[in-house]
């Protein structure tokens, strides 16, 4: 749990969804109290320091009322991010990669394991929480969410904005491709278009679609992603 007292607003951040990112921009921008916080308010530290950040969702004590922030990502970027990482991680351990993107969801959904985990599927806590987001910064639209969040552009200037947008979010500081060009023989690779979007549609037909959106379709309505967005 991450939030700012002064700027008054919880932030919720998982794993793969441009968490680091969004954390530097913040404090980049001004907001100099913004830390991990257990969930009676203190402030969470790992010796002298403040821990940088937690994948743990809630509402610590004295935060009640606060606006919520979610990064976000479209899920079907997600589970096809999810699957390359993996598929690295596999290849890196063994030199034996994931065979099929299809294969390996399907199995995921059908034994119930992996695919609904808090830290993947976590949207799922929100209800034991208590509380949705207010606010989503999706990765997708990480420069026009931000500006369109009023607590954010109402305690920050204009030149801190700017300053920190250019060097967080504008210019990409955790991008993970250079993993892989170090394996260059793998048949998965982590893609990009000249833009430097990661590519991810060609994973899909309407099958697999289907099964991601069957297990994650209420990730599509609370976060505004289109079920067709695959196709795009």
């Known amino acids: ?47 002298e320091n403040p821990v940088i950040r937690t994948h743990n969702q ?15 990502r479209n899920p079907y970027a997600q589970a096809a991010s999810y699957f390359l990482d993996i598929s690295l991680q596999d290849y890196i351990d063994t030199k034996v990669e994931l065979g099929d993107i299809k ?31 207010d606010y989503y910064i999706r990765v997708e639209n990480l420069e026009e969410d931000i500006k369109n969040i009023p607590l ?3 305690n920050t200037t204009t030149e801190d904005l700017e300053e920190s947008l250019n060097i967080n979010i504008r210019y990409d500081n ?8 170090e394996y260059p023989e793998m048949k998965w690779q982590r893609e990009y278009d000249k833009d430097g979007k990661f590519m ?20 599509f309505i609370l976060m505004g992603y289109d079920k067709d967005s695959w196709k795009q």
Not at 58 to 71: A, H, Q, T
Not at 206 to 219: H, I, K, P, R
């Open 200 to 219: 991810w549609q060609h994973f899909y037909d309407q099958e697999l679609a289907d099964t991601v959106y069957n297990s994650w379709g209420e990730a």
């Open 152 to 154: 954010i552009i109402s």
């Open 174 to 181: 955790f991008n993970e491709r250079d993993k892989w060009l």
């Open 1 to 47: 749990m991450q939030g700012s007292k002064k700027w008054g607003f919880v932030w919720w951040c998982v794993g793969d969804n441009a968490g680091r990112s969004v954390r530097e921009f913040l404090k980049d921008a001004g907001c100099d109290d913004f830390y991990v916080y257990n969930e009676e308010g203190e402030i969470m530290m790992k010796g």
């Open 103 to 133: 294969k390996w969801i399907t199995q995921l959904v059908d034994q119930n394991s992996g695919f609904y985990d808090l830290d993947f599927a976590y949207w799922n806590a929100w209800s034991k929480i208590g509380a949705n987001p």
């Open 58 to 72: 809630g509402i610590p004590k004295g935060f009640e009322g606060y606006p919520i922030i979610s990064n976000a």
